[in-house]
């Protein structure tokens, strides 16, 4: 599971922000927070981590994850939780 206690969440311009919500920015562009260092200090951002997105039956939709390639850290959204089921859709992760 994916760490998220004392996760920075900021927009591309640095300002903090609510990780469950979308935020408009200046340029009218939409937007989701990210985070701004993995749970072991390193900094995430272009070319420092790995995006991704898991199907989960438990929040009715998906985490997203970022992936630090320094360390491996990960930090989601959602925070999974032991309620999650991350099978994949054709059921490969089960096997």
Do not use: N, Y
Request: overall charge positive; proline content about 8%.
């Amino acid at each position: 599971m994916g760490a998220t206690d004392g996760v920075r969440w900021v927009l591309a311009d640095g300002t903090v922000a609510d990780p469950g919500k979308l935020w408009q920015t200046s340029g009218g562009r939409w937007e989701q927070p990210a985070p701004d260092a993995c749970p072991a200090g390193h900094p995430l951002g272009p070319k420092k981590a790995i995006v991704g997105q898991q199907a989960c039956l438990a929040v009715g939709g998906t985490h997203l994850s970022w992936t630090c390639l320094e360390c491996g850290g990960t930090v989601m959204w959602p925070p999974a939780t032991r309620r999650c089921d991350h099978t994949a859709f054709d059921g490969r992760a089960a096997r």
